[in-house]
């Protein structure tokens, strides 16, 4: 009677690969399972340097190259879609242009979406500061003064804009200091295991302001190329970053105090926008996957992986031998031979 054949080597070696994988997932798949953002991430950038008509001292030089370093940032790292972001720059930055864009993101966005808006440029307010009634704006490229109202983008025209929006998240960073009147208090967030799904799925209305009054770069620091302060530990903090998920209000705690500790530099302000619906949720910035450093393992995990990978290995080599034994045998009986 003919015996059974024994398992063949890559059979064998098959059950163990799927039992050490199986102990130790990695890579994209175990990423992916722990997805949850849901909707489309948008954008709305400004940048406005020229002021026609205003004086030679309030014409700015990084305001522009600052809003356009944070729209590629956005895109080229957290994997926001240049279709879903509009980008206004100097003299397309006009107040029609602003208030027209606006009305567009409350058309185009979906109750799932997440929305960041950047402004740099300058500002002012209306009323005096520190009275409780001062109501801070956005100057566009065609304020004609500084102190004219008429042509300038009210905080409380934001606000408004913001809490009628169809949107989860929105997250202001503004590059101005006239953007504290749109803030409400602050309150402690949550950081149990799952903070980020739990704080995702609430939604948010947050503003950060640079704490200067406009984008401020100093012409004799050349390690910031030609960036305000606030802007470059911005963008810094979002380069650096390699979580999967980094919420705005951890963004918040690096930028402020290394903005703050700059000789030119201001301490950064950051609170939920006054009147605008927030939930107490937050931004969650999403880093694209080629960005993330793997954090699936410990560094004991890798080591046990590696010490089960060298035994697989071992196992092979001795299972190659085993059939190469078997095959031989097979041919001696062939042959009317004793192996």
Do not use: C
Request: aromatic share 8%; no cysteine.
């Amino acid at each position: 009677m003919r015996s059974a054949r024994p398992i063949g080597a890559g059979v064998v070696l098959g059950f163990i690969l799927i039992a050490v994988v199986g102990v130790f997932p990695v890579g994209g798949g175990a990423r992916a399972a722990e997805e949850f953002i849901e909707g489309q991430y948008w954008a709305l950038i400004i940048g406005v340097d020229k002021y026609p008509t205003f004086p030679d001292d309030m014409q700015l030089v990084s305001a522009r190259k600052d809003a356009e370093a944070v729209a590629a940032m956005l895109r080229d790292r957290y994997g926001f879609a240049k279709e879903q972001m509009i980008e206004l720059y100097d003299e397309t930055a006009t107040r029609k242009g602003i208030i027209k864009a606006l009305a567009q993101l409350k058309r185009q966005l979906t109750p799932k979406d997440s929305l960041v808006v950047y402004f740099a440029g300058q500002g002012g307010y209306e009323g005096k500061k520190g009275r409780g009634g001062e109501i801070g704006y956005w100057l566009p490229f065609d304020a004609e003064r500084p102190e004219d109202t008429s042509a300038a983008v009210l905080n409380t025209q934001l606000r408004d804009f913001f809490a009628n929006y169809p949107v989860r998240h929105i997250f202001l960073i503004s590059d101005s200091a006239f953007s504290n009147s749109l803030m409400g208090k602050t309150t402690t967030l949550l950081r149990a295991k799952d903070a980020t799904k739990e704080l995702y799925r609430d939604k948010s209305r947050w503003v950060l302001e640079s704490g200067g009054n406009y984008p401020m770069a100093d012409p004799a620091d050349k390690t910031k190329k030609g960036h305000s302060v606030f802007a470059w530990h911005l963008l810094k903090t979002l380069e650096a970053n390699t979580k999967p998920y980094l919420l705005g209000a951890d963004l918040v705690e690096i930028v402020a105090p290394k903005v703050s500790n700059e000789k030119q530099g201001t301490l950064p302000r950051s609170a939920p926008i006054i009147g605008a619906g927030d939930e107490g949720g937050q931004f969650v910035f999403r880093l694209l996957p080629q960005y993330q450093k793997d954090r699936s393992l410990t560094t004991k995990d890798k080591a046990r992986l590696e010490a089960e990978k060298a035994k697989v290995d071992a196992a092979q080599k001795e299972l190659e031998e085993l059939e190469l034994q078997l095959k031989q045998a097979e041919e001696a009986l062939k042959k009317g031979k004793k192996p």
